[in-house]
């Protein structure tokens, strides 16, 4: 399997596959979402993080996809209310 090396930023429009396999420095920024935007996503892929600005009873979260439905932090489906 080929292995790049990059020395500048790298920034992804669509998101990254595959395992980190190394230490990650600096923050680490997700796609951003509302409720209503990351629940009309055609797939909510098991182990996919996002933030969602407004998730956690309109306050802002990451939520994590479980294959079907985006969970908030609280063990929850994201809401708006």
């Known amino acids: 399997m080929a292995s790049t090396t990059f020395s500048g ?4 429009q669509n ?3 595959g395992a980190v396999t190394g230490a990650v420095t600096g923050a ?3 796609p951003t ?5 990351a629940n009309a996503l055609a797939t909510k892929p098991a182990g996919q993080i996002i933030y969602v ?3 956690l009873a309109g306050a802002p979260c990451i939520a994590v996809g479980n294959g079907t439905i985006w969970v908030s932090p609280a063990g929850t489906a994201i809401s708006a209310t």
């Open 33 to 37: 979402y509302t409720v209503t935007s």
């Open 53 to 55: 600005s407004n998730g």
């Open 28 to 30: 680490v920024t997700l």
């Open 9 to 12: 930023p790298v920034t992804s």
């Open 15 to 17: 998101g990254f596959i």
